[in-house]
């Protein structure tokens, strides 16, 4: 019965602790896609094509 109750709270922990390091993630990625301009994206694409170009030669 103790073992149940402790397992019980050591699966509560690890459960918060995944709830917390996802709300955390997905602050982290909302904040960087936001801090994105346009002018970053169109370069950065524009890059990966012309790298993917060349590696296609």
Do not use: F
């Not at 390091?21 to 909302?30: T, Y």
């Amino acid at each position: 019965e103790v073992k149940k109750r402790l397992d019980y709270q050591v699966a509560l922990q690890h459960l918060q602790r995944r709830k917390e390091q996802d709300h955390m993630i997905n602050w982290v990625e909302k904040n960087v896609v936001q801090s994105i301009s346009p002018q970053q994206q169109k370069e950065s694409i524009a890059k990966c094509i012309t790298d993917l170009k060349l590696l296609a030669k």
